[in-house]
C-alpha cells in the first residue's frame, strides 16, 4: 500500500555567507618570523593595521577582538620563546597578532543537509494546534568539514513551517575539558578503537585510577617528542590523545540567538566532522525533560560515536560512547526508557538495525538484531532515520533503505511497545524516494532524515535532498498506521 506525502514548499540551502573566525597556525617557524615583523612595527603602524582589520571584520563576527586576544594566547609558548615578554606586549599589538592567527570559515558553503526535529522547551504564547522546534543539520563547509547547527520554527495548525528570524553573527562556544577521568573506563574505550595494548601501557600503567585531562596530555606529547618512536606507536599515543579530548563540556553565551549557535569540530577525534546528529527530547524518570543528540565524530582515521546532551541549548556536555555496541553509525536513542533501562537503535554491522539496553546512557553492550534487508529498496543496508516516535499503537521508526545503484529511500516499520524487538508492521514500499528534481546534489540519489516528530495527528518528516540542501514532508498517521498494520 502507497502512503500518501506532501511535500513541503520550503528549503534549507547552504549559505556561503554563515562564517566562523577559527584559530590558523602556519608552523612554529612561520609564525616565529610572523610575530617578529609585527614586533618591529611602530605602535602607530600596529594601530592602523589594526584598525583596517576592525573596518573589515568586526561586522561579521561576535566581538572580534575577543577572539584575537583568545588566539594570540594560543601561541603564547611559541612568542615566549622567542624571548618576547609577553605581557609587555601592548593589547593593540596582541589584538594584530591574533588577527594573524585567524581565518573565516564557511560553516554551510559546500551542504546543509540530514536535518532532525525536535520539541522546543518553550511552548508559551502559541495559538491552538502550533508547536515550537527546533530543527538541527549537518552543514558542511570546505574540505568536507561538519558542524551541527541549529533553526527555530512554529508548525501552525495545517503543518507549515514559519522560521523565526535568523541571527547576525556566529557565536562559538567557550570550551570547558572534563577535569578528571576513570582509568579503567579509559583503557576499555581504547581496546575497543582496537589500539594495542603494547603502545599504550607505558603511559596508562603509570597513571592513577582517576586522572586528570592534563596529566595525561602532557604525558603522550613527551613521548612524541621522541624522534625514534615508530609510526603505528605514534598513531596509538595520538589516538589516545583523540580519545581524551572527546570528553569536554561547551557553552554558549546567553545572548545569543539559537541560530547563531554553533557545535564545531573542536576535540581531534572529530576533526574531519560531526557528522548526522540525531536529536531526542528525552523524559526522565522524574518527569524533567532532557535533550540528548547521538552524532559520529571522525578524524580522518577513526569512527568515535559519541553522545551530547544538554538542559537549555546553551550549555552541552559531550561524551563518547562506551561498549561493543557503540560502533560504526547510525545510533539512535529511544524516548524513554522501557522497563526500568535506557534502550538504543544501532547498526554495528552496517546493513542491520540492532536493539540495545542499558543502565547507562554511555555504555551499551549485548546488540540484537531485530531487522534485516526484506525488500529490494532496501537489500543493501537499513537503518533508522533518527530516535523512534512513541505512540500509543507502537514505536513508529523511521528507517532509511539502501538499493540499487546506492540509491537511499525513507521507510517506516511499528514495534511493539514493550518490546521493540517484535515488529508490528513494516512498509512494503518507501514513505520517500528521491523524485527527480531531488537526484542531483552532493551524494546523488538519497532522501535522509535524523529525526522527526508527531503534530497534529501527523508525521512531519524533515529530510535532505542528496546531502545538499533539505526540505520536509508531512504524513498522516491514520494512513501510515493502515498501511503498517496491513
Given at each position: 500500500m502507497r502512503v500518501s506525502v506532501e511535500r513541503k514548499n520550503i528549503q534549507f540551502l547552504p549559505d556561503s555567507s554563515r562564517v566562523v573566525a577559527r584559530y590558523f597556525m602556519n608552523g612554529d617557524l612561520r609564525t616565529r618570523n610572523l610575530v617578529n615583523r609585527i614586533v618591529k612595527m611602530t605602535e602607530i603602524q600596529v594601530n592602523q593595521a589594526l584598525e583596517q582589520t576592525l573596518r573589515e571584520f568586526a561586522s561579521r563576527h561576535r566581538n572580534i577582538s575577543r577572539v584575537f586576544f583568545k588566539h594570540c594566547d594560543n601561541i603564547r609558548g611559541v612568542i615566549e620563546g622567542m624571548q618576547i615578554n609577553f605581557d609587555h606586549?601592548?593589547?593593540?599589538?596582541?589584538?594584530l597578532i591574533g588577527s594573524y592567527c585567524t581565518m573565516e570559515y564557511s560553516l554551510e558553503s559546500a551542504a546543509f543537509f540530514n536535518p532532525s526535529i525536535i520539541e522546543d522547551f518553550d511552548q508559551s504564547y502559541l495559538e491552538k494546534g502550533e508547536k515550537r522546534v527546533i530543527i538541527s543539520f549537518r552543514a558542511t563547509g570546505e574540505g568536507h568539514i561538519?558542524?551541527?547547527?541549529?533553526?527555530?520554527?512554529?508548525?501552525?495548525?495545517?503543518?507549515?513551517?514559519?522560521?523565526?528570524?535568523?541571527?547576525?553573527?556566529?557565536d562559538m562556544a567557550e570550551i570547558l575539558h572534563k577535569k578528571l577521568y576513570d582509568k579503567k573506563r579509559f583503557v576499555k574505550k581504547l581496546r575497543e578503537m582496537h589500539i594495542p595494548e603494547k603502545y599504550t601501557s607505558s603511559i596508562m600503567d603509570d597513571l592513577p585510577d582517576r586522572f586528570e585531562y592534563y596529566s595525561l596530555k602532557n604525558a603522550v606529547?613527551?613521548?612524541?617528542?621522541?624522534?625514534?618512536?615508530?609510526?603505528?606507536?605514534?598513531?596509538?599515543?595520538?589516538?589516545?590523545?583523540?580519545?581524551?579530548?572527546?570528553?569536554?563540556?561547551?557553552?554558549?553565551?546567553?545572548?545569543?540567538d539559537i541560530t547563531e549557535r554553533v557545535i564545531f569540530p573542536i576535540s581531534e577525534s572529530e576533526s574531519r566532522g560531526i557528522e548526522d546528529a540525531r536529536f531526542v527530547r528525552f523524559t526522565e524518570d522524574d518527569n524533567t525533560i532532557k535533550v540528548y543528540a547521538t552524532y559520529t565524530a571522525y578524524n580522518g582515521h577513526t569512527i568515535i560515536p559519541k553522545l551530547l546532551s544538554t538542559d537549555d541549548f546553551y550549555t552541552f556536555r559531550i561524551m563518547p560512547l562506551h561498549g561493543k555496541g557503540a560502533q560504526d553509525k547510525n545510533l539512535a536513542l529511544f524516548p524513554k526508557k522501557i522497563k526500568g533501562k535506557y534502550a538504543m537503535l544501532s547498526r554495528i554491522d552496517g546493513v542491520n538495525n540492532y536493539l540495545m539496553y542499558s543502565d547507562r546512557t554511555t555504555l551499551w553492550n549485548n546488540p540484537v538484531?531485530?531487522?534485516?534487508?526484506?525488500?529490494?529498496?532496501?537489500?543493501?543496508?537499513?537503518?533508522?532515520?533518527g530516535s523512534p516516535l512513541w505512540t500509543e499503537k507502537g514505536w513508529l521508526i523511521i528507517t532509511h533503505g539502501v538499493g540499487p545503484m546506492r540509491r537511499y529511500s525513507i521507510g517506516a516499520s511499528l514495534m511493539d511497545l514493550d518490546d521493540p524487538s517484535k515488529e508490528i508492521g513494516r512498509l512494503e514500499e518507501p514513505i520517500l524516494m528521491p523524485l527527480e528534481e531531488e537526484r542531483n546534489g552532493y551524494v546523488p540519489n538519497v532522501v535522509y532524515s535524523c529525526g522527526s516528530l508527531i503534530h497534529n495527528n501527523s508525521l512531519i518528516l524533515p529530510y535532505a535532498i542528496s546531502d545538499y540542501s533539505s526540505t520536509y514532508a508531512v504524513v498522516g498517521l491514520d494512513e501510515l498506521f493502515t498501511a503498517l498494520m496491513n
Open positions: 606586549l601592548s593589547d593593540e599589538r596582541k589584538m561538519s558542524s551541527i547547527v541549529f533553526r527555530r520554527a512554529i508548525l501552525d495548525a495545517n503543518n507549515n513551517l514559519h522560521l523565526s528570524k535568523m541571527g547576525d553573527s556566529i606529547q613527551t613521548f612524541l617528542k621522541n624522534q625514534e618512536i615508530s609510526l603505528d606507536r605514534r598513531m596509538a599515543l595520538e589516538e589516545i590523545t583523540w580519545l581524551v579530548d572527546s570528553f569536554y563540556d561547551i557553552e554558549f553565551h546567553k545572548d545569543s538484531m531485530i531487522q534485516e534487508p526484506r525488500f529490494p529498496w532496501e537489500f543493501t543496508q537499513i537503518g533508522n532515520c
